[in-house]
């Protein structure tokens, strides 16, 4: 069955960087897209970044563009999430999620993990 | 960015009973708007696609409805495992964009 399992989450300094992972097994992944969203502590969920199934294309919320980067490697079915010059309005629960076939951006995320948290705090 | 405006932000209701949640988009979307179920310590997972079509396994009991800036999203015949926070999102322009949410709760 489809998976998509989050790992790297922890705590960490401001200023300091993290690497997320996302491993995706049950389907073909070069045919996906993958999105990032995130959960902070008692708000809602808020997009973050996607990259497209042959990771030439990527795209950023406004609040992490210059800060987050998202690359795949096709040969391990994994995307990462690497997460610089990190604050403490980052801390939050970070969910890796699969667009629907086809698409870049354009529809619904039809599988999501579990989601790995993230703190940022001195 | 396209705002999303849930209400109510919290809700109430017994078991069978028929809530509905309101989406509103600060300009039109068309019809590029999901709606999500969200329990605590859970991935998210797709209730309505395309403003109202039912995800793959979702019972006939949720519905959505709408178009351009306004759409609901129904729950009927209420049942205790529909506690949880449920999101509207638009994908009509990037940035994706999520409502605030709307909590449920079992009276």
């Known amino acids: 069955q489809v998976q998509l399992v989050e790992s790297g989450g922890g705590v960490v300094q401001p200023g300091k960087s993290l690497r997320l992972s996302c491993a995706a097994s049950g389907f073909t992944f070069t045919s996906y897209a993958i999105h990032w969203v995130r959960q902070s502590p008692g708000k809602g969920l808020e997009w973050m970044a996607a990259i497209s199934r042959d990771g030439s294309e990527d795209f950023y919320s406004d609040s992490v563009k210059g800060r987050f980067i998202v690359s795949r490697d096709n040969s391990k079915s994994t995307v990462y999430l690497q997460m610089n010059s990190l604050r403490a309005d980052d801390t939050a629960f970070y969910f890796c999620a699969r667009i629907i076939v086809g698409s870049n951006w354009r529809g619904h995320f039809d599988h999501w993990g579990q989601g790995t948290l993230v703190t940022v705090s001195s | 960015d396209i705002q999303m405006t849930q209400s109510p932000s919290s809700l109430s209701a017994a078991i069978g009973d028929s809530v509905t949640i309101a989406c509103q988009a600060s300009q039109g979307i068309g019809k590029y708007l999901n709606w999500y179920r969200h329990k605590p310590g859970q991935a998210p997972e797709v209730l309505i696609y395309d403003a109202s079509n039912l995800g793959t396994g979702v019972p006939s009991r949720f519905r959505g409805r709408g178009s351009a800036t306004y759409f609901t999203f129904t729950i009927t015949s209420l049942q205790p495992e529909d506690i949880a926070t449920y999101y509207c999102?638009?994908?009509?322009?990037?940035?994706?964009?999520f409502g605030q949410g709307t909590r449920l709760e079992i009276k």
């Open positions: 999102q638009q994908y009509d322009v990037l940035p994706i964009t």
